[in-house]
């Protein structure tokens, strides 16, 4: 508990602009010198079921989505069913036409050793598809009658027969859902012990990624509906999942050098669709644009959107639906344009986001998110890069999908952008 009232001080500080920028000149701040890492290019990733389709009228929009990672199969499906060959084949197609690294996850809820390692098997010796990622379950927190004990049980023999298949694939888990970083509401069995935690102890020496979910909404089911004022106060919580997810790790596992990833995400986990600020909503677009670049702020090194397609009648969550591309599809159109160095980027201004990128060109890129009704003015500040010319403009607002406008003067060192809107410039090396 202390650790987290820790994290939160730490994130209302920046929001309070106590942070590099004093408070009277609070603005945007870029560091082009000050290089984070590099960013994975599968915090781009999504979930893919088999209950799902890529429409034939959408196969044009799927080729293009920028979807990295595809996720199969998402949900609990996974462990009320045995993935059969045929599955993994279409699977592997949907991957090649959209252009993304896939990943899998076998049964553990009904699940055997010799199964999973049958199904690395196929996948990757006979039919050579060579899937370096793979899950053992999902959310084993929700499963009936379910305790840690038993997931530490059937877990480890489950990798490391899979393991013995192919040694050089890559483990991720738990995949346990609802966690914030917040051990007072973290999933907990039975028993009252802690899932990521119980979980690490028994099984950190195998595991090369540490995974959890998160959908912050709707908190219950007696109050389901949710606005545009909720999801724009709920993303500073997304500044305190991985950090405390690193410091479970370090302190049972002694290491500080395992990657984390958020493997299902989305603003709900209902089937809610149509509101103001339900999955398949524009501001849900505008929300999770602001809440992907603070996981890649954290250096998560898989992000998963849940999920890639979904009709009405399923829920708003797809990116695609069954005839037309949702809002959030053309987050990911804008951050196709994004670097892939991370640099240094604060805002001290309420509402207002900045996160930043070196691309492979030289260029600098700057991600601008006001989550704000109303359009904001604000100063910038860019060190480290001369700014010599106009920066190129692309926005997502009302009024433009993932647009380009004209080139913009940024050399005033001010900015000023719609409401409701994720802008990228993008800044060429003199």
């Not at 199969?72 to 084949?89: A, S």
């Not at 999902?138 to 059937?154: A, K, M, Q, S, V």
């Not at 709900?268 to 524009?282: L, M, R």
Request: charged residues 20%; glycine residues 8%.
């Amino acid at each position: 508990m202390v650790r987290y009232l820790l994290l939160l001080l730490f994130v209302i500080s920046l929001v309070a602009g106590t942070g590099t920028l004093a408070q009277e000149d609070a603005g945007l701040a870029v560091d082009a010198g000050q290089v984070i890492g590099p960013i994975s290019p599968y915090v781009y990733g999504s979930n893919f079921g088999p209950l799902q389709v890529v429409p034939v009228d959408l196969i044009e929009q799927a080729k293009v989505s920028g979807v990295s990672m595809l996720r199969f199969p998402g949900g609990r499906w996974g462990d009320q069913n045995n993935i059969r060959h045929e599955q993994i084949d279409a699977f592997m197609r949907t991957c090649e036409l959209v252009g993304a690294e896939p990943s899998i996850h076998v049964r553990l809820e009904g699940g055997t050793p010799e199964a999973a390692a049958e199904l690395v098997q196929y996948t990757n010796v006979e039919k050579g598809y060579d899937v370096k990622y793979w899950a053992i379950g999902n959310e084993p927190n929700l499963f009936d009658d379910y305790t840690t004990e038993d997931l530490n049980r059937e877990w480890r023999p489950i990798a490391e027969a899979m393991l013995e298949v192919d040694p050089n694939i890559i483990l991720i888990g738990p995949d346990t859902s609802q966690y914030s970083g917040n051990p007072d509401t973290d999933p907990r069995d039975p028993e009252g012990r802690d899932w990521v935690r119980e979980f690490l102890l028994a099984n950190g020496d195998l595991v090369d990624i540490v995974a959890v979910h998160r959908y912050p909404f709707p908190r219950s089911m007696s109050n389901p509906i949710i606005t545009i004022d909720d999801l724009r106060q709920n993303v500073t919580e997304w500044n305190l999942i991985l950090p405390a997810l690193r410091a479970v790790i370090k302190e049972t596992t002694g290491r500080d050098d395992i990657p984390v990833a958020v493997t299902e995400a989305n603003s709900h986990w209902s089937s809610s669709i149509g509101g103001e600020a339900t999955p398949d909503s524009f501001y849900n677009a505008i929300w999770w644009a602001d809440v992907l670049g603070r996981l890649i702020q954290d250096q998560s090194v898989i992000v998963n959107y849940f999920d890639f397609q979904s009709h009405g009648g399923r829920g708003g969550w797809g990116l695609l639906a069954r005839y037309e591309v949702r809002p959030t599809y053309y987050t990911y159109q804008l951050y196709q344009h994004f670097g892939t160095e991370l640099v240094f980027s604060e805002s001290t201004v309420a509402d207002l986001s900045i996160y930043a990128a070196l691309r492979d060109d030289g260029a600098l890129t700057l991600l601008v998110v006001n989550l704000a009704d109303d359009p904001q003015t604000s100063s910038l500040e860019v060190a480290n890069f001369e700014i010599t010319g106009p920066a190129e403009v692309w926005r997502l607002d009302a009024e433009h999908m993932a647009e380009q406008l004209d080139d913009e003067d940024l050399s005033g060192f001010e900015i000023t952008v719609p409401g409701q809107s994720a802008t990228l410039y993008i800044l060429q090396p003199s």
